[in-house]
């Protein structure tokens, strides 16, 4: 199994990024969904992944979230960090490639995008920069550009953000 491209491929395609769509769950959650006979009642994001979403556009990136479910506390929780869009009920995520770029004037490979499952494979085959969490599936795995040392849940969003920020900016990035 392959885990991560050359260190030469990560650095030219981490080096055009301009921004950053994410998975929520299994990516910025550790994947568990909590109900009650009302509906889901929360879900666990990891204070890192925020600041990440932060000091992206600090660092003049955006971020958008692209998620199969549709949740309040996604939303809540987007607007709380500064999520730039949120595209929820996105059941084909590769369906919204084209309004993103059309929107943000970018082309697909000035645009990073980390999921964790096979909902998620399209997109990621299509983008400039593909990752995943630790504990994503293997065939996720085997299809990305890198994969985190991190779990979803547990700050992967964060790694991938340092990543392309040290690989982008050096010392140049502006953190706080």
């Known amino acids: 199994m392959k885990?991560?491209?050359?260190?030469?491929?990560?650095?030219?395609?981490?080096?055009?990024?301009?921004?950053i769509l994410t998975d929520v769950d299994g990516v910025l959650t550790d994947g568990g969904r909590y109900f009650s006979e009302n509906g889901e009642i929360f879900k666990k994001f990891h204070v890192r992944d925020g600041m990440a979403v932060n000091i992206l556009l600090r660092n003049n990136i955006k971020t958008i979230i692209v998620t199969k479910e549709s949740s309040k506390i996604v939303k809540k929780w987007g607007?709380?960090?500064?999520?730039?869009?949120?595209?929820?009920?996105?059941?084909?995520?590769e369906s919204k490639l084209r309004t993103?770029?059309?929107?943000y004037k970018?082309?697909?490979?000035?645009?990073?995008?980390?999921?964790?499952?096979?909902?998620?494979?399209?997109?990621?085959?299509l983008?400039?920069?593909?990752?995943?969490?630790?504990d994503s599936v293997d065939i996720v795995k085997d299809t990305v550009d890198y994969?985190?040392?991190?779990?979803?849940?547990?700050?992967?969003?964060?790694?991938i953000v340092d990543l392309i920020l040290k690989i982008k900016l050096g010392k140049?990035?502006?953190w706080y």
């Open 147 to 159: 994969v985190c040392k991190k779990n979803g849940g547990q700050g992967a969003f964060r790694e």
């Open 127 to 134: 983008v400039g920069f593909s990752a995943t969490t630790n």
């Open 172 to 174: 140049q990035i502006n």
């Open 3 to 19: 885990f991560m491209k050359s260190k030469k491929i990560i650095l030219e395609k981490c080096a055009k990024i301009k921004l």
């Open 79 to 93: 607007k709380e960090m500064n999520v730039d869009k949120i595209f929820s009920n996105s059941v084909k995520k």
């Open 106 to 125: 970018l082309k697909p490979d000035q645009i990073g995008f980390i999921g964790d499952d096979v909902n998620d494979l399209e997109l990621l085959k």
């Open 100 to 103: 993103i770029c059309n929107q």
